[in-house]
């Protein structure tokens, strides 16, 4: 098992910026393919971003690609989610998770280990 904590939400205004940290420990984090997911009221939870082992490999859903950035820093156990020119329909709370299969994956089922969650609102 491998522990999550995310960290970096808020409140901002739309176009603004926010970046998202998730804190891991426990199992070796560079055995995890890392992924952001979002849930917003009423809706169902959606794939964000994924990053692999390495961070050779990154992977978005239509709706944030050349607006997010997910990358991981393997020396420090965290993954990050960098968001720019944010929109209301950005609104959820993010979270986290561990997937101990070899390549990106983009299903909920496939992770492991889920964080918390946090909080992004974006006002408009």
């Known amino acids: 098992q491998v522990q999550l904590e995310e960290s970096g939400g808020g409140l901002v205004h739309a176009g603004g910026s926010l970046r998202l940290s998730c804190a891991t420990s426990?199992?070796?984090?560079?055995?995890?393919?890392m992924g952001w997911f979002r849930q917003a009221p009423g809706k169902e939870r959606e794939f964000v971003a994924a990053?692999?082992?390495?961070?050779?490999?990154?992977y978005y859903t239509d709706s944030v690609k050349g607006r997010f950035t997910i990358s991981r820093d393997n020396a420090k156990n965290t993954v990050y989610l960098q968001m720019n020119s944010l929109k209301p329909e950005d609104t959820a709370v993010y979270y986290c998770a561990a997937s101990s299969f070899p390549d990106i994956q983009r299903l909920s089922a496939n992770y492991d280990n889920w964080g918390q969650g946090t909080q992004v609102t974006v006002s408009s």
């Open positions: 990053v692999s082992r390495r961070g050779f490999s990154t």
């Open positions: 426990g199992r070796t984090f560079s055995n995890y393919v």
